[in-house]
């Protein structure tokens, strides 16, 4: 179908705006941009029970996250969430509303992981930093009073990706996750992406820049840590629920992926939003569809941690 009508009206307010693609802007005023964009698009800030910075060890030093802690007693469910911004742009700031509705939703508790960033610390640097978050989480349950039988993945567009790339890795060398969620993910980054050159929209040039910065050597795209649909062997992932946009030029890619999964017999769970573009899931005051997939997205976890509870128990 044609852009949903609130798609054409965020378009339309873009060009009133005279916003400039962020691939026309210095790394600076891009990451000051994507930003303001998305506390804007986010809507008012949701209450939290409670809300602290901390830190975990990394492979290059310190990793910064940020908890977000529902009300109730622990050990808690948690989700670990990696941002959206092009593995470029972003910090824990960027995915706050989004943490703080799930955090709360499900309820469960969610840390957001502030990877190293690209170009200055290039491929593979943020798929380490995260996994690393998530063994050291882990391997220490009462630093964050986490139930480890019920930790999650999760994260939207790089971090789609980045959350892939994590459920990856623990098929060899775990943690035992029970989900993962995939918003509209990069899965390929050996494919020339579909999708026109509108400048008002994410578009293949958007795909193109962040990728130049990621991909140090371009050769890297072909290893599944980078385009997950490349891995050889997807058996015995957690369950997902994946997310696209109709108008993204990721769209294919991340139902080619949810193909695989299920193929590879993972429980999918596949969701097109029609009309939407690229940003959606993270900009509920903008669109309608953001509110719907963020209570779906809570309503796959809720279901998924407490399965899990009734297995333990």
């Excluded at 050597?217 to 015995?236: C, F, K, N």
């Amino acid at each position: 179908m044609s852009l949903h009508p609130e798609a054409e009206a965020y378009r339309a307010s873009r060009a009133a705006a005279g916003t400039p693609p962020l691939y026309t802007q210095t790394l600076a005023e891009a990451r000051a941009a994507d930003l303001a964009a998305i506390r804007a698009g986010s809507g008012p800030v949701e209450p939290v029970h409670e809300v602290r910075d901390a830190y975990v060890p990394g492979p290059a030093g310190d990793i910064p996250v940020r908890v977000y802690r529902p009300a109730g007693a622990g050990p808690l469910p948690t989700l670990l969430y990696f941002f959206g911004g092009g593995w470029t742009l972003g910090s824990v700031d960027t995915a706050d509303g989004v943490c703080r509705r799930l955090a709360n939703a499900v309820p469960c508790q969610v840390v957001v992981v502030g990877y190293r960033l690209a170009p200055e610390h290039p491929f593979p640097a943020a798929v380490h930093d995260c996994h690393a978050a998530l063994r050291h989480i882990a391997a220490h349950p009462a630093e964050f009073d986490v139930d480890p039988e019920r930790l999650a993945v999760g994260g939207d567009s790089a971090g789609g990706n980045l959350a892939a790339a994590v459920t990856l890795l623990t098929q060899k060398d775990g943690p035992r996750l029970v989900a993962q969620l995939l918003v509209y993910p990069n899965t390929d980054q050996t494919i020339d992406p579909p999708g026109g050159e509108d400048p008002l929209l994410f578009n293949r040039r958007s795909v193109d820049w962040y990728r130049s910065h990621y991909l140090a050597d371009p050769t890297d795209a072909h290893h599944p840590l980078a385009s997950p649909l490349l891995a050889d062997d997807l058996t015995g992932l957690p369950p997902a629920f994946v997310v696209t946009a109709e108008h993204d030029p990721l769209c294919a890619e991340g139902e080619r992926y949810a193909d695989r999964l299920r193929i590879a017999g993972v429980q999918t769970v596949l969701t097109r939003y029609a009309g939407m573009v690229h940003g959606f899931f993270t900009m509920p005051s903008v669109f309608d569809a953001g509110r719907q997939a963020q209570a779906a997205a809570a309503t796959f976890l809720r279901r998924r941690f407490r399965r899990t509870a009734a297995d333990d128990g």
